[in-house]
Structure formats: structure tokens, C-alpha cells
């Protein structure tokens, strides 16, 4: 059974720092990417950034400049720093896995920033 778990979630002011970290467990084959999206109530979840397996990463332009996406694979987890938050980041943060086969997603962290 795989397990996503996210944490680094909280409350920050504007300007401010926040890494989330989401640790895998279980047995996952064949990773193509990781992921980050983000969902405020009553929108679509959003995607953030992406890193394949082969450790290119990419970003939406809403957050270009100011996240960083990044993993360990000893740990087998996946990082996401974001620096210089606004209050539109302010959202429930998910990872998700991405292999051949199947598709994995975390329950979610609750990033606000206050203005």
C-alpha cells in the first residue's frame, strides 16, 4: 500500500518561508514525475511544479521565481521551499506520484499566508 504524506504546512505572514515535505511509503515503481498542486475551496486543484524522474523541474508561472521543488530519494521524499509567500498562495497543498501505472496523491497541507 502506498502512502503519501505531506507536512509542512502553517500559518506565515506575507514575505515569509514555508518547505513542504511529502513522505512516500510503500512500494512505488517506475516514478515518471512528482508533483505539487494546491486547491482553495470552490476552485479546481491547481498544478504548481513538477520534477521527473530525471530531475527536471517546472513551474507555473504563478509561482516561477519563488518555489523550488526538490527530492531526496534516500528518503524518498519530496520537497517543496517557497519563499517570498503572498496571501494568494494560501491554499490546501498536495503531492502527487506519477508512474506508469498508477497515479498517487497525499491528503493535503493547509498553507495560509496573512497579509
Known amino acids: 500500500q502506498v502512502q503519501l504524506v505531506e507536512s509542512g504546512g502553517g500559518l506565515v505572514q506575507a514575505g515569509g518561508s514555508l518547505r513542504l515535505s511529502c513522505a512516500a511509503s510503500?512500494?512505488?515503481?517506475?516514478?515518471?514525475?512528482m508533483d505539487w498542486y494546491r486547491q482553495t475551496p470552490g476552485k479546481q486543484r491547481e498544478w504548481v511544479a513538477r520534477?521527473?524522474?530525471?530531475?527536471?523541474?517546472t513551474y507555473a508561472d504563478s509561482v516561477k521565481g519563488r518555489f523550488t521543488i526538490s527530492r531526496d530519494n534516500a528518503r524518498n521524499t519530496l520537497y517543496l521551499q517557497m519563499n517570498s509567500l503572498k496571501p494568494e498562495d494560501t491554499a490546501v497543498y498536495y503531492c502527487?506520484?506519477?508512474?506508469?501505472?498508477?497515479?498517487?496523491w497525499g491528503q493535503g497541507t493547509q498553507v495560509t499566508v496573512s497579509s
Open positions: 510503500g512500494s512505488i515503481f517506475s516514478i515518471n514525475a
Open positions: 520534477i521527473t524522474s530525471g530531475g527536471i523541474t
Open positions: 502527487k506520484i506519477l508512474t506508469t501505472y498508477n497515479q498517487y
